[in-house]
């Protein structure tokens, strides 16, 4: 799989790095604008597969290796955990202790955007594994796999 | 709020319309194109009934299933579809679709529909009410599920993440054996 043409190839590496910032802006502006970890991680997540379609496996595991994804998923479930742990010191699971701050700010409502983070880094590393994993499946014509096995 | 019944009806038609192709359909390509189209309809209607987040998201999902679904469906050497119905099958789902009406004409016949954007729930109320002074987040639906039902995205957290590595365990290449070489060990 060596990727496509070379006008997909130019327009993808313009492209993706804005892909990329757009999510990030829809993930850390999740509490003031529409948007969220869960969106801003598909974003992301979609940036790193259009490199995958465009220039093949090894381009983009150059950029998110497969070992820094995996790290990231688990990071990411872990570190939502975590926070909701922290809410335990003021009484509660989930307690938002955090200082809430000024309304409308970046840095406002308190547990909100660490959580949105944490989905986000989640949510992106486990979209591009699954996507990594079925074009690494179907390298393989199906058939010839399914004869592989049967004989 | 201006009346937005018209853009909604068109919308909901297309989506049926949409859905009944997909289903109907014997090219599996075609099945997958139909059934992103309704997704994309969906989230139009998202925007139209002021939810923006729920717009964001459904775009993108849909986004990324078609992009995974055709993938998958080109790669297949056969892509027609055989269906045979089962006449278990349709009789079961025409028994739930009647249950359907029925239980909807039971809770909502006497007193009709609520309005919109009026929630059943009293719950609801009061996290419309509270949400901006309790959380201070400008986004109302951010501010309910990661303050107020955090535990709940908690949950959905760990579905995805066991999916994924379900998923991961499946799909992986390194760490198979084969039946034979179980054997010989």
């Known amino acids: 799989m060596n990727g496509m043409t070379i006008i997909v190839k130019t327009i993808t590496d313009f492209v993706a790095a804005f892909i990329v910032v757009f999510g990030a802006y829809i993930v850390l502006y999740g509490h003031l604008t529409p948007g969220g970890g869960f969106a801003g991680g598909v974003i992301i997540a979609c940036a790193f597969i259009l490199l995958m379609l465009a220039h093949g496996r090894d381009v983009a595991f150059a950029r998110l290796p497969e070992k820094a994804a995996h790290i990231m998923d688990s990071s990411g479930a872990l570190a939502f955990l975590l926070i909701g742990w922290v809410g335990v010191t003021g009484g509660f699971f989930f307690l938002n202790v ?3 701050g000024d309304m409308f700010r970046l840095l406002s409502s308190g547990m909100i955007l660490p959580l949105n983070i944490a989905i986000a880094f989640k949510v992106g590393s486990s979209l591009f594994l699954v996507f ?11 058939r010839a796999m399914i004869e592989e096995e049967l004989s | 709020m201006e009346n937005i019944a018209p853009q909604l009806y068109t919308l909901l038609v297309f989506m049926v319309i949409g859905s009944i192709v997909a289903v109907e359909t014997k090219n599996l390509l075609s099945a997958v194109i139909s059934v992103s189209a309704v997704g994309f309809a969906l989230s139009v209607a998202f925007l139209f009934m002021g939810a923006p987040d729920i717009a964001i998201t459904q775009l993108v999902v849909e986004v990324l299933v078609l992009i995974i679904l055709i993938r ?4 297949l050497d056969n892509t027609a579809v055989e269906t045979h119905r089962d006449t278990l099958a349709v009789v079961a789902s025409l028994i739930f679709f009647g249950l359907l009406l029925g239980f909807g004409a039971m809770i909502f016949g006497s007193k009709g529909f609520p309005e919109f954007g009026e929630p059943l729930m009293r719950v609801s109320r009061v996290y419309v009410q509270t949400g901006l002074p ?3 987040a400008a986004n109302i639906v951010t501010s309910v599920i990661l303050d107020f039902r955090a535990y709940d995205t908690l949950g959905e957290v760990t579905v995805l993440f066991t999916s994924v590595i379900g998923a991961l ?3 992986r290449k390194d760490g198979k054996v084969r039946e034979e070489e179980v054997a010989s060990v």
């Open chain 1, 132 to 142: 990594a994993a079925l074009a690494m499946f179907r390298r393989r014509s199906f």
């Open chain 2, 169 to 171: 365990a499946l799909l």
């Open chain 2, 72 to 75: 998958g469906t080109i790669l």
């Open chain 2, 134 to 136: 309790a959380t201070h």
């Open chain 1, 98 to 100: 955090f200082g809430r």
